[in-house]
DNA sequence: GAAGTCATTTGACCTTAGTCAAGGAGGGCT
DNA sequence: AGCCCTCCTTGACTAAGGTCAAATGACTTC
């Protein structure tokens, strides 16, 4: 097994000596499906590289509740923004979404090839600028978008990703829900809906958008012309 | 008028000459009420010191609602994580609440700072982390937790920075209420509802928090005993 | 001090998404 | 095949907040 940190953005402008350094005190683990990395308010000595799988990024509520604050895929690494507080702790939990393989890395041992490096420092603050910017959409999103307006975002993004009108969704439905925010139930729901409109056809979790433009819409600005007024299972009728 | 820029946290290991270079390119200037400091998209090439008044971050959605993402106070910096992406831009719209005074920067030329200062950096990357790690409780805080909860925190927070259990609210009821998150009817019953349950007294924008624990638990988990059952304003008996 | 403007409050009602409960559907295992 | 298990879907209903509109208050300005 020979990987090379420095595909790594945070690495990649690391010389042969840093990167012997920064791997001297790395380790290497293999987890599997639900196991957990770390969990919100522990200690963060350590940052991680995911090499394999994915890692999922969750809060919980005091009732149990989970909102999934990001996933991570191979090749991106995360906690690394905590190693610059002086009592660094996870703001988050961590979870292996399926089986995974992560490298962890030694904070401390890290911050002092930084202090040699402005190089490395500009990437990582060029990193997290990048990270607070999406933190502040997803926020937007939250607060001024409908649940629907964020599936079809999801649903353009994942397409734009792929780079075909037809794909398969990139985990369960159950952690996506999660992740935009909203219950699996709603998830589902919302699927249906744009499905009945002829926007996009779904069986199981493989989906093909239909109606691109219209999606486009949805997400911008939900309901051009009533999305909601027709949403099922409505008991407007009984009252 | 001369401020010395080090009592802010970003600037405050700068040494005299790097001080003088900073200062080369800033430029003061005084904002009227609502005055517009810059939009959400337009090009960040500037930093900015709040001297004084209060600067109100913000998002506005396709229908016009706004959501306050953050309120700046004197002698904090904004916008200074956005000078390490490639092309900057700004991801929220700023502009003044009250009549304000502050100091802009020009970004590039304070990079040029950066690069010879680690200490600089590893200041900036500090700060970076906090505000990452702020708005992830923001986003746990909107997506887990209830409106009360969110006012009962805002509540606790305000009285901890005053360290009296009476104090006057930092801003004008309807910008809280964008800060919180809901909308100004919402916040107005909610600490109607806190009053009414003798949790706090309230006239006009002073408060006085009466039970402290209560308040206490209400901002953890909401709802220790019936709060929501007891809203006003529902129409449950008429069906 | 009257008029006007703006923020806040209150009332009545509506919409979104969550809850709870009951069925499916698919996959792996024996 | 039959069974279990987990995930997803569907239905009926509830709850939290939003909306709209009117009433009140508070502060300026003439």
Do not use: W
């Amino acid at each position: 097994m020979n990987i090379d940190i420095r595909s790594a953005h945070l690495f990649s402008s690391l010389n042969d000596h840093q990167v012997t350094q920064v791997l001297e005190s790395s380790h290497i683990s293999t987890l599997k499906d639900g196991e957990s990395l770390f969990e919100t308010g522990d200690d963060a000595n350590r940052f991680f590289l995911v090499i394999g799988g994915q890692i999922k990024l969750f809060r919980v509520s005091s009732n149990g509740d989970q909102k999934i604050i990001d996933i991570i895929q191979p090749g991106n690494t995360f906690a690394e923004a905590l190693m610059f507080m002086e009592h660094p702790i996870y703001p988050v939990s961590a979870e292996a979404l399926g089986p995974a393989r992560i490298i962890s890395f030694d904070s401390k041992r890290f911050l002092h090839i930084l202090s040699e490096s402005i190089e490395v420092c500009f990437r990582i603050m060029g990193t997290m600028s990048q990270r607070l910017r999406g933190l502040i959409k997803e926020i937007d999103d939250l607060t001024l978008q409908s649940a629907t307006t964020r599936m079809c975002a999801m649903l353009l993004r994942r397409m734009d990703e792929v780079g075909m009108s037809r794909f398969t969704l990139p985990a369960a439905k159950g952690v996506l829900a999660a992740r935009l925010s909203m219950k699996p139930e709603t998830f589902s729901r919302i699927l249906q809906n744009l499905s009945s409109k002829s926007i996009l056809e779904l069986k199981g979790s493989e989906i093909e958008i239909i109606d691109v433009s219209l999606l486009r819409s949805l997400a911008h600005i939900e309901s051009i012309y009533g999305l909601e007024p027709e949403m099922p299972c409505r008991v407007r009728s009984s009252l």
